[in-house]
């Protein structure tokens, strides 16, 4: 991953921190935030969840690409809705300025977050256990990500801290392959 981006995405199921981690991560890496479910509920004047039940989870997963695609933001943290992964083109766009991450947390820890899902504007067939939607979305996220962190168990301020510790790690790296020191200069 040889790449000098400037936005940090965040992918992962509800329930695994992104607008969360989002937040702190834009202070402490001093970014701005976007949070692209309230960009979708703004634009659309109504909540995820009304979107599903009026017009199904395919339109929402439409809304999300198309906004996703328009989006066009340096220097953020974004924190993605968590179907943005089933769009491809959607992806190659946040990727070609931004470094995806993969908040991992397993389906017990995301199950206790979410609690009732019922009325919480998930992009999933209405007959889709969250269990199920877990299982056809692990293997997107992974595909997508740069970088995974595994966030079950830990603090929000400490998944930052893992963040920021593997992007200065991808930064060094990157540093030496190209013959540059700490400065800058050769």
Known sequence: MDKNVSNIVLIGMPGSG???VGVILAKKTARAFVDTDVLIQTAEKQTLQQIVDKKGHSALRAIEEALLLDLDVQNHVIATGGSAVYSDAAMAHLQSDGIIVFLDADLATLE???GDFSDRGIAKRPEQSFAQLY???LGLYQKHADMT???????QETVCEQIMA???AIHSNQRRKTGYDARGQH
């Open 166 to 168: 593997k992007l200065t």
């Open 18 to 20: 992104k607008s969360t």
């Open 149 to 155: 962190v595994a966030c079950a168990g830990m603090a």
């Open 112 to 114: 206790q977050r979410v």
């Open 135 to 137: 299982a056809e979305r």
